[in-house]
């Protein structure tokens, strides 16, 4: 067991702030989603997304605005906290919002960044809402007609896709919903909230004796883990309480053995490869989330939290390094330590 919990600090939230503050606006190199539909689609990042064209993708650059609104909640004293102000007052403006719209409006979009960047982009409205400064409130207005829209495609497409994706990466459903389930309560998003628990309990609830087969070569998330995730916000504690006996009936032998150990991650300069790195933090989180559900007297809170620990320490000196693995995984160290 890790002697000491990772914690986060003003420092080391300063060190994440740093990190994004670096490339948010950072055009190139750029891996784009696009579909073209004509010769006149062929366009740089910025062109096409005047507010997220940085930070390597789309989605990237989203999270990487949710981290800076975050560290600035959390520590609005912080050095880095006037360049995030300047930085949301120059990007999150009604006009650049409306060019992002834009973008999504044209033909064969409805797919973009679905699920992924549409539960982030909520992600980052819900924490600006919690903001309650005035420039918090600016912003979360400005931003509401684009969060309005990810809203819109959700329950537009949930009702249809009867079958859930179980992968560890961004195409996992597990993951959307968790995200958009904390923005409709922060919102107070009743219609959105029920459509999420439906479908998660719906895809999940008969899940049982889960078979760890993970991880897989690049991902960044437990197929595993971010399911419980999931359902603990969905389902009261004693409900999730049974659930959790069936899904993973052995944790309390710390089995499946492969959600105990930290990934190995060979090569960082390899995009796909460095995923791993994100898994390990991911799964921090998720520890650190699913052992809130057990007493401090049932043993399965303590495997989970030391779980977390040696995953934290596996993942968080290597948030910085190469780009590949610098552009997004500060976020991912964020969402476990808060």
Known sequence: MSSAPPSLTPELASRFARLVLSHITREYP???????????????????????FGSFDWHSCVH?????????????????????RQLFDAQVTPGKVRGELEYLAQPLRNTFERPYGWAWLLMLCAELHRHGTVDGKRWSKALTPLADEFVRRFLDFLPKATYPTRVGTHFNSAFALTLALEYSEVMNDELLRKLLADKATAWYQNDVDYQSWEPSGDDFLSPALIEAECMRRVLTAHDFQNWIKRFLPNLGGRQPMTLFEPAIVTDRTDGKIAHLDGLNLSRGWCWRSLATVWPDTDPRRAIAL???????????????????????LATFALLALI
């Open 64 to 84: 990487g605005y949710w981290l800076l609104a975050t560290v600035l909640r959390l520590f609005p004293d912080n050095a880095e906290a006037p360049e995030i």
């Open 30 to 52: 750029s891996g784009i989603q696009h579909v073209l539909s004509g010769p006149t689609d062929v366009r740089g990042p910025r062109e096409l997304h005047p507010i997220f």
């Open 306 to 328: 030391d779980a977390a620990d040696v995953h934290l320490a596996a993942g968080l000196s290597h948030v910085a390094g190469d780009y590949m693995g610098e552009h997004w």
